[in-house]
């Protein structure tokens, strides 16, 4: 079985990219921190390891925030209009990257492990079906298979170094 190619881009067209595989968790986050760097209600990233990236044509560029962790948490745009394409998040470094799956040229391939956050989700926002939900975070063990949980454990031991 092949693995599953998905590609994406920025606002304009003029960054695109490629990522190779399923992710590893999905989330759709609501915290505060989310809302105010994405312009909206909640997004949602789907956590990949970073050589699953493919830059195909365009350029970058990076914006570092203080992470709600207190760590660095890297926003890559694409330079020219400056969309946010996926951010590295403190507890996994540069070794994986939370791509953003509204950038997807199909978002709706990627449907989300957890919604997570809720104490600070707008009040009128529905929550979907069948996902877990959560009021901040959870315990990945309960909620990822098997090989996606050692996935997730393998890239901590690379960021921890």
């Known amino acids: 079985m092949s693995e599953a190619i998905r590609e ?13 595989g399923e992710p590893i968790f999905v989330n759709n986050c ?19 390891e970073s050589e699953r990236i493919e830059v195909l044509n365009g350029d ?27 951010s590295h998040y403190p507890r996994l470094g540069r070794h994986g990257l939370g791509l953003r799956a509204g950038t997807l040229d ?6 989300p492990d957890a919604v997570i956050w809720l104490q600070d989700k707008m009040p009128w926002v529905a929550l ?5 939900h959560f009021d901040q975070y959870y315990d990945f063990r309960e909620v990822l298979p098997q090989d996606r949980q050692e996935r997730l ?9």
């Open 30 to 48: 609501h915290c505060r921190q989310c809302q105010q760097q994405t312009g909206s209600t909640s997004v949602v990233n789907a956590f990949y």
């Open 60 to 86: 970058l560029s990076e914006d570092q925030f203080v992470a709600g962790s207190g760590g660095p948490h890297v926003i890559v745009r694409c330079s020219a209009c400056h969309t946010a394409l996926w």
């Open 153 to 161: 454990l393998a890239l901590a031991t690379k960021a921890k170094g």
């Open 8 to 20: 994406g881009g920025c606002g304009c067209g003029a960054t695109k990219y490629r990522v190779t």
């Open 106 to 111: 199909d978002p709706g391939s990627i449907t």
């Open 128 to 132: 979907p079906d069948g996902i877990p």
